[in-house]
């Protein structure tokens, strides 16, 4: 079970709306850590595609966009497009009474109808 | 644009130590920290552990009683140890270079290899 929950798919129709929420908890979102989200292809290494928070490395297409309140973050994809279909992971920085280090999300699977 | 290179056995046998080594090329593997992450198949992505250039390390605590990390500047290399493995270790695993404006809490993967299959089986 990851530490960040997702939900395990999401879909929709080409040119809609979509977003994948990511929530946490006091040990890591919620207290203030930033918020990654990376973008694997099927048979490809993960890729960034969002960092910190909202910030959208060079060469990422304006469509993407991320967001973070509380113990939540959310990526939100606009104008969706066939080539969009992957899944997508958030990723953050955890500190509990067992340890501390980098987490990921469980990957949500987007299915571009 | 730095490149990342996973390389090492794809096969090792249950009980014995999984070692793997990342080439970086396009850029100087100095003044940066560097991590490794798994990924078994079909399943999520775990962070197993990152190490700086002058060796500091920090490990996943899940794992750190079985990983060992190491860096060659010279060779402009980064190395992974997973010792007494089993079928659970089986996995594509991924080396990364980190990359955080603000410290530990900052910190996100920004360049990824392509990745290389381990599988544990006798």
């Known amino acids: 079970q990851s530490v960040l929950t997702q939900p395990p798919s999401v879909s929709g129709a080409p040119g809609q709306r979509v977003t994948i929420s990511c929530t946490g908890s006091?040990?890591?979102?919620?207290?203030?850590?930033?918020v990654h989200w990376y973008q694997q292809l099927p048979g490809t290494a993960p890729k960034l595609l969002i960092y910190g928070n909202s910030n959208r490395p060079s060469g990422v297409p304006d469509r993407f966009s991320g967001s973070k309140s509380g113990t939540s973050a959310s990526l939100a994809i606009t104008g969706l497009q066939a080539e969009d279909e992957a899944d997508y992971y958030c990723q953050s920085y955890d500190s509990s009474l067992s340890g501390s280090g980098w987490v990921f999300g469980g990957g949500t699977k987007l299915t571009v109808l | 644009q730095v490149q990342l290179q996973e390389s090492g056995p794809g096969l090792v046998k249950p009980s014995e130590t999984l070692s793997l080594t990342c080439t970086v090329s396009?850029?100087?593997?100095?003044?940066?920290?560097w991590s490794w992450i798994r990924q078994p198949a079909g399943k999520g992505l775990e962070w197993i552990g990152r190490?700086?250039?002058?060796?500091?390390?920090n490990y996943n605590p899940s794992l750190k009683s079985r990983v060992t990390m190491s860096v060659d500047t010279s060779k402009n290399q980064f190395s992974l140890k997973l010792s007494s493995v089993t079928a659970a270790d089986t996995a594509v695993y991924y080396c990364?270079?980190?990359?955080?404006?603000?410290?530990?809490?900052?910190?996100?993967?920004?360049?990824w290899g392509q990745g290389t299959l381990v599988t544990v089986s006798s």
């Open positions: 190490i700086y250039t002058s060796g500091s390390t």
């Open positions: 006091s040990s890591n979102i919620g207290a203030g850590y930033d």
């Open positions: 990364a270079r980190d990359r955080s404006f603000g410290g530990p809490t900052t910190e996100y993967f920004q360049h």
């Open positions: 396009g850029g100087s593997i100095s003044s940066y920290y």
